[in-house]
Nanobody, 123 residues
Framework: VQLQASGGGLVQAGGSLRLSCAAS????????MGWFRQAPGTEREFVAA????????NYADSMKGRFTISRDNAKTTVYLQMNTLKPEDTADYYC?????????????????WGQGTQVTVSS
């Protein structure tokens, strides 16, 4: 599975960005998809996950109400809509794919990773 993330950039606090992650190499609907992020000097952390057909989504507490994960299986793409961005959201954002049947917030459950896209939120 190859994952290509895009959509990062520089945005002011309170602004929005939408990240995309295009997948190839495997039937997309067989994959649970997730987003993680890593700020400089910190460990990678879970952001959101979505089930294979999009029926179930899950978020880290600090992202609930601000971030929305979605997927388009026809386009083999997963999205992360980020609203009301804060400077503490600054990080490299990674999409990940799992062949498991349920979502997980553990990065150990995700075998496939994209290259990361940088998000910088200025105050």
């Amino acid at each position: 599975v190859q994952l290509q993330a895009s959509g990062g950039g520089l945005v002011q606090a309170g602004g929005s960005l939408r990240l995309s992650c295009a997948a190839s190499g495997r039937t997309f609907s067989s994959l649970v998809m997730g987003w993680f992020r890593q700020a400089p000097g910190t460990e990678r952390e879970f952001v959101a996950a979505i089930s294979r057909y999009g029926a179930t989504t899950n978020y880290a507490d600090s992202m609930k109400g601000r971030f929305t994960i979605s997927r388009d299986n026809a386009k083999t793409t997963v999205y992360l809509q980020m609203n009301t961005l804060k400077p503490e959201d600054t990080a490299d954002y990674y999409c990940a794919a799992s062949s498991g049947s349920v979502w997980s917030k553990s990065e150990l459950e995700y075998a496939y990773w994209g290259q990361g896209t940088q998000v910088t939120v200025s105050s």
